[in-house]
Each structure stands twice: as structure tokens, then as C-alpha cells.
């Protein structure tokens, strides 16, 4: 497994296995607590595994957490994801600098997220499924979110949206949500 920084994200690395393919399909290794810990993250930090399925279409996000944040490692287990980082980070050198990836089940590659990034993902194939480790109990008291569609982000999503949930929808956008976290 490779660790790769990303440039527009401080603090977000890539995760790259490599997979042993033969006519059985693949084999590869997801998470690695030596490769983690070679770039300085504690893998002893996650404490929470989850999943999501979504549909082709189907948008999540954007979504951050107030208070102390939430760091995660992300992955398309299988399927194809668009997935969008942008750093909401005050005091970071990359402060509101976006990233976009193209995560899938076929490279099973993982996204590091640091606390205080805003993330959120749009299925690119019939069923995506999205597996997250968190560093942090979930809090929903703590859920944020921001508007996909905020002029201000001017996020390329790649597909028309066909669904996403009700808390999504009504999302304020980025100026509203950076007042909030300020006041």
C-alpha cells in the first residue's frame, strides 16, 4: 500500500493497495495501521466503521461536523464515486481549496479526510458503496451541511441529481454555514 499526499489538501493523503487480480478477481488490503502510521496518523484514532449505498445519481453532502470535527478515512468499496474534499480549515495554508476524486471498486483506493474538511460524493454507477472509518462517536447534534449547489463552490458535479435527503436539499450555503461556525 502507497501513501500519496494531496497537494490541494494539507493533512489529506491518498491510499493506494495493490490489488493481486487472478481469475478469481482480486484480492488487496484496505487499511494498514504501519502505512498510517508512517505518515504521522494514528490508526488507533478510528473508532467507527460505516456504509453507505446510493444509486446512480444519488448525492451526498456536502458534510462537515462542528466542534473538534471529524477526521476519516473514505472509500468506494464498490462502484464509482465522484468524491469532493475542500478544506474549511481557518488557519490551513489550503484553507477552502477543493479536491476532487474518482474513487472506485475497482482500484479500492482510500481518501484521509482531516478534521474540519467538508466531503460529499455522487454515484457515478447503478449501486456505489461508500465505506467510512471515523475518529469520533457520530453526533448527529454535530452534522453540518452545506449546499451542493453554493455558487460560491461552484462544484462540477458530473450527473444530474435524482436524489438526496431532505436535510441535503435545504443546506444553506457556504457563507452562511462559515458565519454560523464563527459566531
Given at each position: 500500500?502507497?501513501?500519496?499526499?494531496?497537494?490541494?489538501?494539507?493533512?489529506?493523503?491518498?491510499?493506494?493497495p495493490?490489488?493481486?487480480?487472478?481469475?478469481?478477481?482480486?484480492?488487496?488490503?484496505?487499511?494498514?495501521?504501519?502505512?498510517?502510521?508512517?505518515?504521522?496518523?494514528?490508526?488507533?484514532?478510528?473508532?467507527?466503521?460505516?456504509?453507505?449505498?446510493?444509486?446512480?445519481?444519488?448525492?451526498?453532502?456536502?458534510?462537515?461536523?462542528?466542534?473538534?470535527?471529524?477526521?476519516?478515512?473514505?472509500?468506494?468499496?464498490?462502484?464509482?464515486?465522484?468524491?469532493?474534499?475542500?478544506?474549511?480549515?481557518p488557519?490551513?495554508?489550503?484553507?477552502?481549496?477543493?479536491?476532487?476524486?474518482?474513487?472506485?471498486?475497482?482500484?479500492q483506493?482510500?481518501?484521509?479526510?482531516p478534521?474540519?474538511c467538508?466531503?460529499?460524493?455522487?454515484?457515478?454507477?447503478?449501486?456505489?458503496?461508500?465505506?467510512?472509518?471515523?475518529?469520533?462517536?457520530?453526533?448527529?447534534?454535530?452534522?453540518?451541511?452545506?449546499?451542493?449547489?453554493?455558487?460560491?463552490?461552484?462544484?462540477?458535479?458530473?450527473?444530474?441529481?435524482?436524489?438526496?435527503?431532505?436535510?441535503?436539499?435545504?443546506?444553506?450555503?457556504?457563507?452562511?454555514?462559515?458565519?454560523?461556525?464563527?459566531?
Amino acid at each position: 500500500m502507497k501513501a500519496t499526499e494531496v497537494p490541494a489538501i494539507a493533512g489529506a493523503y491518498l491510499f493506494e493497495p495493490t490489488p493481486y487480480a487472478d481469475e478469481r478477481g482480486f484480492f488487496c488490503r484496505t487499511f494498514d495501521a504501519d502505512v498510517l502510521r508512517s505518515v504521522g496518523l494514528d490508526p488507533d484514532a478510528f473508532v467507527q466503521d460505516s456504509v453507505s449505498r446510493s444509486v446512480r445519481g444519488v448525492l451526498r453532502g456536502m458534510h462537515l461536523r462542528s466542534g473538534a470535527g471529524e477526521a476519516k478515512l473514505v472509500r468506494c468499496s464498490y462502484g464509482k464515486v465522484f468524491d469532493v474534499v475542500v478544506d474549511l480549515r481557518p488557519g490551513s495554508p489550503t484553507y477552502r481549496n477543493q479536491a476532487f476524486f474518482d474513487l472506485s471498486g475497482e482500484t479500492q483506493v482510500t481518501l484521509y479526510l482531516p478534521a474540519g474538511c467538508a466531503h460529499g460524493f455522487q454515484a457515478l454507477t447503478e449501486t456505489a458503496d461508500v465505506s467510512y472509518r471515523i475518529d469520533r462517536p457520530h453526533d448527529p447534534a454535530e452534522d453540518v451541511t452545506i449546499a451542493f449547489d453554493d455558487p460560491e463552490l461552484a462544484i462540477p458535479w458530473p450527473l444530474p441529481v435524482i436524489s438526496m435527503s431532505e436535510r441535503d436539499r435545504k443546506a444553506p450555503g457556504l457563507a452562511e454555514v462559515l458565519r454560523q461556525r464563527e459566531g
